[in-house]
């Protein structure tokens, strides 16, 4: 039975970022019926957590916290091998330093602007993980540096150079001629 | 002070560009760029594909029938019991009238709160607007009058409120104008505007000034909204929108400048200062 507090915050807390846990969740598991479902599970799941009554101080940040917890598990059922990607994620970290000092051309601003939808979909989709969560909250949800660190559980160190390499592929990506 | 190495150079840039950078921090970006070409040409790619990636994979909306099973989820509603057994959810009323109980449920439940904050809480009409920007959402009903055009809800507005409100177009700034919508603070109606930014909505709603002291833009944070509130001589205005407080900063500043500039037609904007 949901008491009347929990159900009241939820209405406040979690349904205005109704959106933006939908669209998260659809980034990290890549498919639209499947993102419902992840959507549904974070939702019982803060709606159980509301139960046990702790105010929450920064609700989408909460929120996306949950959603991204609910599509881990989603992904370790259903795309073990993602998780296992995942894992690989520092050493991708690593890999991303010698592409930047490496001898390919610089991208062209110009060039990336003439990227398509569907050019820019296949380009997130194709970034390791934690460095696509990490995008889509700053680009796509617009979350600060706190709040995705807050969400993801990573320092804001962590967060800034994940975004940064997140970036550096996609502009490779889309900024090099094919 | 030590240069700061290729790598935090390029962090400093991300910052700069994402909006974390405190005043200090913009000028030293400000310098770096100016006497370095190679950053400057990397920052210029940076803000290309930001660009890019918030125009080809904007925020979706979650589906409406998702949405219905969550507030079912929470048994949001509103309907009597009765009701509830012969209508509920098989053969929804309809999305609207569901969507209008959703809000009123909330205006109940936040009137509540207000009964028990009022008392020691700075700023009812604070809530209420807040709320207000809430419900606008949860509803998928954020605006009264849809249109783009400020000629168009200005007169709308004025033709509902006794005063007229200032409506400035800053589609070129980056916040395309959505519409206007009338709420009710303290009992009256006051106008909003509603702007867009991606998919994300800001309301602006503009209040009789307490005093005509003018009062610098202030950043608060009401329910886990980002909330700014000003005044200038005349007018108060309270924004509140889901993006994050410094994206709000930028709409907040160049909602003010336009202002200025409609009500100094062009010389007065000295208010401001």
């Known amino acids: 039975m949901t008491s009347e507090t929990a159900r009241r915050n939820f209405a406040e807390q979690v349904l205005p970022h109704l959106d933006d846990a939908y669209s998260l969740a659809r980034w990290l598991c890549g498919d639209a019926t499947d993102a419902e479902d992840i959507v549904q599970d974070a939702c019982i799941r803060a709606l159980k957590a509301l139960e046990g009554g702790a105010p929450v101080e920064r609700p989408r940040a909460w929120l996306l916290a949950i959603v991204r917890n609910a599509a881990y598990s989603w992904l370790g059922k259903n795309r073990p091998r993602a998780i296992v990607l995942a894992g690989g994620a520092e050493e991708a970290e690593a890999h991303a330093d010698a592409l930047e000092t490496g001898g390919s051309p610089s991208p062209e601003a110009t060039l990336i602007e003439t990227a398509d939808r569907a050019m820019v979909a296949a380009a997130i989709d194709a970034l390791p993980l934690t460095f696509r969560e990490t995008l889509v909250m700053r680009e796509i949800n617009g979350l600060s540096y706190r709040d995705i660190s807050e969400a993801t559980g990573a320092p804001i160190g962590t967060v800034m150079s994940r975004l940064a390499r997140a970036r550096a592929l996609l502009a490779q990506k889309l900024g090099t001629a094919p | ?273």
């Open chain 2, 1 to 273: 002070m030590t240069r700061p190495n290729v790598e935090d150079r390029s962090l400093l840039l991300h910052a700069a560009l994402d909006g974390e950078l405190d005043a200090a921090g913009v000028i030293e970006v400000e310098r770096l760029l100016a006497a370095d070409p190679v950053l400057a040409e990397e920052y210029a790619r940076l803000k290309a594909l930001r660009e890019t990636i918030r125009a080809k994979a904007p925020r979706e909306r979650a589906p409406d029938s998702l949405r219905l099973r969550m507030m079912e989820l929470a048994e949001i509603k509103q309907a009597p019991r009765r009701e509830a057994k012969t209508a509920r959810w098989r053969d929804p009323p309809s999305w609207r009238s569901f969507s209008a109980a959703m809000a009123a449920t909330v205006v109940a439940t936040l009137g509540l709160q207000h009964l028990i904050v009022a008392s020691n809480a700075p700023d009812a009409a604070l809530q209420a607007i807040v709320s207000a920007h809430m419900r606008s959402q949860i509803s998928g009903q954020p605006v009264d009058v849809v249109s783009t055009d400020r000629h168009t809800v200005k007169p709308w507005l004025a033709g509902k409120l006794p005063v007229a409100a200032e409506v400035v177009d800053l589609a070129e700034a980056g916040f395309p104008l959505a519409g206007g919508r009338i709420d009710i603070v303290a009992g009256a109606g006051v106008p909003t505007l509603v702007y867009k930014r991606r998919d994300h909505l800001i309301s602006v709603t503009e209040l009789r000034a307490e005093s005509d002291e003018t009062a610098l833009p202030r950043n608060l944070a009401v329910e886990g909204y980002p909330v700014v509130r000003w005044s200038d001589n005349e007018r108060a205005y309270v924004a509140v929108s889901d993006l994050s407080p410094t994206e709000l900063d930028a709409f907040v500043t160049a909602f003010r400048h336009a202002v200025a500039r409609e009500r100094g037609g062009g010389a007065g904007s000295g208010s401001g200062n």
